[in-house]
């Protein structure tokens, strides 16, 4: 049998009726920037997370870094980020001029450690980046009472964790800003590239969705230097048609998770945890195994496809040499240590049960 990591083709082929009405409404329209699919989406997505507002972009890291300059981060400046994360998270922070400080994760979640951003606080910190990785929300209470305590911005990074939940509020509505991805294979993911911010603060809203319209409120007048990254009405299109499945593809992945965490008992392979007062939405299944490497080719040779998140730190990219960051022992743990399962909507029970015989079948080198 052969498990791919990942594939859309299931999930699209359900909706595909709904996705060609969405396409052709737009088309049939005529209005391809900033119409009323952006704008229907904006509403029904901020109504999803229980935010005040919701301002559609292109991309997630756009949201990140938009949040950042609407917030005034900028040179001279500091931000903590999990050491853990893509880098997209550190990308925002170099894009908007500021320096990347990172923190060991929890060795448990491999989220944000709340009890090392003291450590990493110094008179240039002026924002937190939480990562709520994998799907499940961070330890946010912790870290925004520090962020109070110390007068910084939380700009929340919660590309990978839509539908997510932290003592019944979601992910995103607990710091300053909350930043989302659309890319394709995220848990809500356009048919391209997508991203959005959700806020409760008007003016911090209108502020953002400036800078996304090349700095301008009012059509040719334009008080800052803004970039171009707006969705587009056909993306906003076919999320809305998405955002209608979220729950239900939410309760999906849950149960294959569910059905991993109750199979798979094999000493060699350590399975994710999931921490108190949260959900878990699972974008991704982070297993962890010492022998990884070893594990992956195992997989690969009994057809089950498997990714590492992420296999190379932000510390230990070429683009981040120069800035030195620390090497931490739990951020190296993760890079040598984590495997990511297969995990789709519409996956079979015969192929859940598959990744689940052959991890209980597979031994040390
Ligand atoms: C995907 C992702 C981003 C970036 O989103 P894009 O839409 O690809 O720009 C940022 N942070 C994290 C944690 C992500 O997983």
Known sequence: MNVPFATMDRMHAAVRQQMMDAFAQSYDHGWFIRGNQCEAFEREFAA?????????????????????????????????????????????????????????????????????LEAALTARTKAIIPVHLYGQAAQIDAIC??????????????????????KGQH??????????????????????????IITNDEKLA?????????????????????????????????????????????????????????????????LPTIA????????????????????RDYLTNCGIGTLIHYPIPVADQPCYASEQLPRTPVTALCAQQEISLPMFIGMTDAEIDYVIEKLNAYTAP
């Not at 990347?100 to 709340?114: G, K």
């Not at 305590?149 to 839509?162: I, M, N, R, S």
């Not at 849950?254 to 059905?259: E, Q, S």
């Not at 108190?276 to 594990?295: E, G, K, S």
């Open 48 to 116: 999803y997370c229980g935010a005040g507002y919701c301002v559609a972009l292109a991309t997630g890291l756009d949201a990140l870094y938009l949040s950042l300059r609407a917030l005034g981060v900028g040179e001279g400046d500091e931000v903590i980020i999990p050491g853990n994360t893509f880098v997209a998270t550190a990308l925002a922070v170099s894009y908007a001029g500021a320096r990347v400080v990172t923190v060991d994760p929890d060795p448990l979640t491999f989220n944000m450690n709340p009890a090392l």
């Open 206 to 270: 209108q502020k953002i969705q400036a800078l996304g319209n090349y700095g301008s409120q009012q059509k040719y007048y334009h008080v800052e230097k803004g970039t171009n990254s707006r969705l587009d009405e056909i993306q906003a299109a076919f999320l809305r048609v998405k955002l209608a499945h979220l729950d239900e593809y939410g309760a999906e992945r849950n149960a294959i998770a569910a059905r991993y965490l109750e199979g798979i008992h094999n000493p060699l392979i350590t």
């Open 145 to 166: 009472a520090f962020a109070k305590k110390h007068g910084l911005y939380v700009v929340e990074d919660a590309a990978q964790a839509h539908g997510a939940y932290f």
């Open 276 to 295: 108190p007062d949260r959900n878990h939405v699972w974008h991704i299944f982070a297993a962890r195994c010492q022998t990884r490497d070893h594990l």
């Open 171 to 196: 992910v995103g509505t607990f710091g300053d800003v909350g930043c989302f991805s659309f890319y394709p294979g995220k848990n809500l993911g356009a048919l391209g590239d997508g991203g959005a």
